[in-house]
């Protein structure tokens, strides 16, 4: 039997997010600077516990649970002025409360046969989460002042449960398995509006989200002397509702859905010899929206360029298709790879007009938007350059295309919205270097740059970091002092430009990317 206890915690001040936008619009609406600055205090606290038990030399039970606990309390202000002579607009204040929380109750069994790499997995999950928001803000402005207030509880409750079976072969392996995820979250949404309300009304008090999905796969390894050949399904049976208050008078249908997915992967390996290997893939994955995403409430830290998910909101579906070539040599290698990727149902955010109101507002609601690809090529390198440097990095570079697409917005009144297709050459590279030192010191630089990049309505500028990390071994080995500081030159924030219907939009978040940490760890 083993035992295991862990827990850890955190107490931090931080910026959450420090960003700057302008919006110029050409309908005649005056145009605005905003400053949207949220300083967090967080308090993060971490407890595991479980054990190991070893039945005999076959059978292993694994039963433990996590517990997590947050409470952050964030403080924000977002002044608003006129671009034309420097004049307040508004001043925006908030101070939300937030306490999150999950549990997990885990349990997973293994079966060793008696042939080596022959195993029977089968593991049990239970989460639940829950998130209790209080959000009272603040407007004033020349028109007046006014306090509201909302206050957001949303449980997600997700049910795991699968089985993984492998088979060793003569030249290979038989993979099987089978996987079932239940998932619910239910929200509850009450307002509490003030004199000179933004608080929408309209919305309803509630929404349920209800997520099935079946699956299972097979996958079939072949290794041989020249050739390896892995080729694999996995095959899905999904069904999504959403209920939704019937009060709620934007979003009035209960969005239910089902589909059944074929998800295939194929990779083939030819060993021209030890040193050198040609390889092709294909797969194809999906990627679900998540919660806040779906969410049909809006969060009014910024209410005029206001936040809201979209409940209608679909996955979005990826096919690869790569082709890679990989040689190594005394002391590196280098692996050079070109790909093509297909996009499905992309969900990205689209920002849109709102003309309801005369308070210039701009809503930004994720939406599916067609298709899209990358087609490129990567190169990833590693060196050994003396006995005390060593050197990895990596350049990748591709054409991104995102085709022409129009749709319409529901929230918070019918917002038609189109962009023609866009297609831009783009790259990037990472860098890094790890010395050994003198004095039992290691010494670590590494760079990261994402060159500009286009998004459906616009574009996303550039960005860098360069970080260095150092290590010193003390106290006899027992020991280890870290210093790391990341994004030296403070270039790592984001930057992004938005041609709407009738205004453009750029950003800067200068989120806190400049951090210091000094570490120091003991074994006993």
């Given amino acids: 039997m083993n035992l295991f ?56 039970l694994t039963l433990y649970s996590l517990f997590q606990d947050e409470y952050h309390i964030d403080r924000g202000d977002v002044p608003y002025d006129f671009i034309s002579d420097g004049s307040r607009k508004r001043l925006w204040s908030w101070a939300e409360d937030e306490n999150t929380r999950f549990i997990n109750y885990a349990g997973n069994f293994t079966h060793n046969f008696k042939q080596v790499g022959h195993t029977l997995d089968v593991g049990f999950l239970y989460t639940k989460g829950g998130e209790d928001e209080l959000f009272p803000f603040t407007d004033t402005s020349d028109t007046g002042n006014s306090t509201d207030e909302t206050h957001l509880l949303v449980d997600e409750i997700v049910t795991d449960l699968n089985v993984d079976y492998v088979k060793p072969l003569r030249s290979g392996r038989i993979e099987l398995g089978s996987k079932v995820e239940i998932r619910k979250i239910p929200i509850s949404y009450k307002i509490n509006p003030g004199t000179n309300s933004v608080l929408d009304p309209n919305l309803g008090e509630w929404s349920e989200y209800n997520q099935d999905v079946y699956a299972l796969y097979a996958n079939l390894i072949h290794e041989g002397e020249k050739l390896d050949i892995e080729g694999g399904l996995r095959v899905e049976q999904t069904t999504i509702n959403y209920d939704i208050d019937p009060a709620n008078i934007y979003y009035t249908k209960n969005d239910a859905y089902n589909y059944f997915k074929f998800f295939p992967n194929v990779r083939l390996t030819l060993k021209a010899d030890k040193n050198n290997k040609i390889s092709a893939f294909y797969n194809r994955r999906i990627d679900r929206p998540g919660e806040f995403e779906l969410r049909p409430f809006p969060k009014y830290d910024d209410p005029e360029i206001l936040k809201t998910g979209n409940p209608y909101l679909r996955p979005q579906f990826t096919q690869t298709f790569e082709l890679a070539y990989k040689t190594k040599w005394k002391g590196g290698s280098v692996y050079l790879a070109g ?61 991104n295309k995102i085709n022409a697409f129009s749709g319409t917005s529901i929230y918070p009144s019918p917002q038609p919205f189109y962009f023609d ?73 984001i930057k992004k430009s938005i041609i709407g219907d009738g205004f453009n939009l750029t950003s800067t978040n200068y989120y806190e990317t400049q951090v210091i940490t000094l570490g120091m760890k003991y074994k006993f």
Avoid at 437 to 457: C, E, G, H, R, T
């Fill in 339 to 399: 790909f093509y990727r297909s996009i499905k149902d992309i969900f990205e955010r689209i920002f849109t007009n709102d003309n309801t109101t005369p308070n210039t507002i701009i809503n930004s609601i994720p939406q599916n938007l067609g298709k899209g690809s990358n087609l490129g090529f990567e190169i990833t390198l590693e060196q050994t350059v003396t006995n005390n440097w060593d050197v990895n990095g990596s350049f990748n570079w591709y054409t």
């Fill in 421 to 493: 297709e866009s297609k831009s050459n783009t790259w990037n590279f990472k860098l890094n270097n790890n010395i050994t030192l003198p004095y039992k010191m290691d010494f670590q630089l590494s760079a990261v740059y994402y060159a500009p990049n286009i998004i459906p309505q616009g574009k996303v500028k550039e960005r860098y970091s360069v970080d260095f990390g150092l290590k010193k071994n003390v106290l006899k080995d027992k020991g280890e002092i870290k210093l790391s500081a990341t994004d030296l030159l403070n270039t790592f924030g």
């Fill in 5 to 60: 206890l862990q827990t850890d915690g955190i107490v931090r001040k931080r910026v959450n997010s420090n960003e700057f936008t302008t919006r110029i619009y050409s309908n005649g609406n005056p145009n605005i600077n905003s400053q949207f600055l949220e300083n967090r205090t967080q308090e993060l606290y971490n407890i595991k516990a479980g054990l190991d038990w070893f039945i005999d030399d076959s059978n292993k």
